[in-house]
């Protein structure tokens, strides 16, 4: 999977996460930093966004993905 953001294709990584939908995140990538916006429904969700960025290969992560307001850890 690290092709996936030096392919600019960073909703790759999303794709295969069971607590992130790669609909809910928007990923652009810019000489490997990768800012990822969106809103998910837990903060479980919103750690793994920015894990799953990592590990495709970000050289460094830009996390303003937001979690729904009333949103619980799981």
Known sequence: MKSA??????KAAFFWSP???SDEI???VDGG???LTGT?????GWGEADRDARRSG??????RVKVKTGAWWW
């Open 19 to 21: 607590f992130v939908h």
């Open 33 to 35: 930093m990768a800012t």
């Open 26 to 28: 928007k990923v652009s």
């Open 5 to 10: 953001l030096r392919n600019n294709s960073g």
């Open 40 to 44: 998910v429904g837990t903060w479980i």
């Open 58 to 63: 970000a050289t460094g992560v830009v996390n």
